[in-house]
């Protein structure tokens, strides 16, 4: 255990914890929404500290991030737990369904030997991810900070609900963050999520003001939020932010509670894509499809910087952070890979 960080003691040895937008008050023995953050005698401890329950090196391109260091792996590392309880998550096996002899059974791997591990893949960047990273981020901050001193990037896949005192710590050694944006609906977010949704704008907001490169992702789910009037209201809040944003739409698949539900139609897919760009997104990207919608086009001249499918880089045309054709800036954080 680990005590946390961001929290405050109130009277009777209760506290109240400032990590995330749940902001949970949280009494003697009682856990936090996270189900990993535990009130021991008036101190809040994390429970999943150098716990990981996965550990993996992927293509970037997984997470998805498209416009971060493209063709590169990252060393990717998650624990048991999770602030939302969404009945669609495809990661609910380690989200959700878990228990405390779980994470007692996994073995301690303290945030040197992460960093160390990800130098020994020749990973680019360490990305916390598959569960939610703000639940395990006294963790995760550990790490990240000595990954910076070895020249390793930082990026979070998140579901983007923490505060923004969380979100002040750990900007020094947070290079780019995928958040999900799920929905455009307060009463979506209730239903689905047990959140909601203001807090998750915020994040995507403020990440942007302090410099973190962010890439938003948003599973098209039948029936929940694949309406053209919600999918337009997303992209244009997006484009309002920034309209260098990268928007990832993704086909759902039946998974855990949501079993009754249909896969995404392609239509509906490339839908969302159109809408994105009439609503002056410059990079609309599809995922988990094949053929089509993950290459890279310079949004100047339109000519194919990167070519993917699926999470594999066939062609990369670009040099440094420019079209080579037209010489345009594309926005993002990119190096001279080949491959």
């Known amino acids: ?144 900070k000595l990954a910076k001193q070895k020249g390793l990037y930082n990026n979070f896949v998140t579901n983007g609900y923490m505060s923004k005192e969380t979100l002040d710590l750990i900007s020094p050694y947070l290079d780019a963050a995928n958040v999900d944006l799920k929905f455009f609906k307060e009463s979506s977010y209730k239903k689905n999520c047990s959140a909601h949704l203001e807090p998750v704008k915020e994040s995507i907001i403020y990440m942007r003001k302090l410099g973190i490169w962010v890439e938003v992702t948003t599973l098209i789910i039948p029936k929940e939020n694949d309406s053209p009037e919600e999918l337009t209201e997303i992209a244009k809040f997006l484009a309002s932010v920034d309209k260098d944003i990268v928007w990832h739409v993704s086909k759902f698949h039946p998974d855990y509670k949501f079993l009754n539900y249909s896969t995404t139609s392609e239509s509906t897919l490339k839908m969302a894509q159109e809408l994105g760009y009439k609503a002056g997104l410059r990079y609309v990207y599809v995922g988990n499809v094949w053929g089509w919608g993950n290459d890279t086009l310079c949004y100047n001249c339109k000519r194919t910087l990167i070519k993917r499918e699926y999470f594999s880089v066939l062609e990369y045309n670009l040099k440094g952070n420019r079209c080579p054709f037209c010489n345009t800036i594309i926005p993002g954080i990119f190096s001279d890979v080949k491959t």
């Open 1 to 144: 255990m680990k005590e946390a960080l961001l929290y405050e003691k109130l009277e009777g040895d209760s506290v109240r914890c400032f990590l995330c937008a749940h902001h949970c008050y949280i009494k003697e023995g009682n856990f936090g929404i996270c189900g990993v953050r535990q009130n021991r005698e008036g101190k809040l401890y994390s429970l999943v500290y150098a716990k990981p329950c996965a550990l993996h090196v992927d293509p970037i391109e997984k997470k998805p991030l498209y416009h971060f260091f493209p063709a590169t792996v990252a060393f990717s590392v998650a624990t048991f737990g999770c602030n939302f309880k969404c009945g669609f998550c495809q990661n609910w096996q380690i989200s959700q369904e878990y228990s405390k002899e779980d994470i007692d059974n996994q073995e301690e791997i303290l945030p040197s030997k992460i960093v160390e591990l990800a130098l020994k893949y020749k990973c680019k960047s360490i990305s916390y991810t598959y569960t939610e990273p703000t639940v395990f981020f006294e963790y995760a901050y550990d790490i990240a």
